[in-house]
Nanobody, 115 residues
Framework: VQLVESGGGLVQPGGSLRLSCAASGFTFTSAPMSWYRQGAGKERELVALISSGGGSTNYADFVKGRFTISRDNAKNTVYLQMNSLRPDDTAVYYC?????????WGQGTQVTVSS
């Protein structure tokens, strides 16, 4: 199983970024996918998750109305559209799946929100 994130970077407050996670090595269409983040000195926290078919999503309260998770099962890719970014969104963002009762993580992509 391999999860490879991309799309992070430096953005000003109020700006937008779209993260991508390319998945391989497992049956992508059978697996729910999620995004987590970990800020400096903080615990890793769930940001958003999406069901295997994409029909169900859930968000942490701190991103509701600003972030959108989606997936393209034809491309084995999950996305996180982040709008109205705030400095406290600064963190390393990780793609995650739990497949056959094993947790898998990507290497993470840094998102920095600063003026």
């Amino acid at each position: 199983v391999q999860l490879v994130e991309s799309g992070g970077g430096l953005v000003q407050p109020g700006g937008s970024l779209r993260l991508s996670c390319a998945a391989s090595g497992f049956t992508f269409t059978s697996a729910p996918m999620s995004w987590y983040r970990q800020g400096a000195g903080k615990e890793r926290e769930l940001v958003a998750l999406i069901s295997s078919g994409g029909g169900s999503t859930n968000y942490a309260d701190f991103v509701k109305g600003r972030f959108t998770i989606s997936r393209d099962n034809a491309k084995n890719t999950v996305y996180l559209q982040m709008n109205s970014l705030r400095p406290d969104d600064t963190a390393v963002y990780y793609c995650h799946t739990r497949y056959l009762r094993v947790n898998y993580w990507g290497q993470g992509t840094q998102v920095t929100v600063s003026s």
